[in-house]
């Protein structure tokens, strides 16, 4: 009898170790930024620029804006959509 109540309270304080294991896990998982983790936007004034001149139709303008964000980041997906949309 003494026996199975080992047993019992081995098998519960195990569940429960581990429910309280889990738990902490998923809820602790979170970010570290702090209070102030609002993403920031970073403006390229020539993108802006350049995008502002292509649609009012100042093509050639909009060419010589969009140049210099993508000799910055040649990655710049949207420079070169814009650029794209000023040479057509």
């Known amino acids: 009898m003494k026996m ?3 047993k019992y309270i081995l098998i519960s ?3 429960i170790y ?3 294991f889990t738990n902490s896990l998923i809820l602790g998982a979170g970010s570290s930024d702090g209070e102030n983790s609002e993403p920031v936007e970073v403006v390229d004034a020539d993108y802006m620029n350049g995008k502002e001149q292509a649609y009012d139709g100042k093509n ?3 060419i010589v804006y969009l140049e210099k ?3 910055n980041d040649p990655k710049n ?3 070169f959509n814009m650029l794209g949309y000023s040479n057509r």
Do not use: M, V
Request: net charge neutral; glycine share 0%; aromatic share 0%.
């Open 4 to 6: 199975k109540i080992n």
């Open 60 to 62: 050639k303008a909009a």
């Open 18 to 20: 581990s429910l309280i």
């Open 13 to 15: 304080s195990l569940a």
């Open 77 to 79: 997906a949207d420079a």
């Open 69 to 71: 964000p993508i000799e």
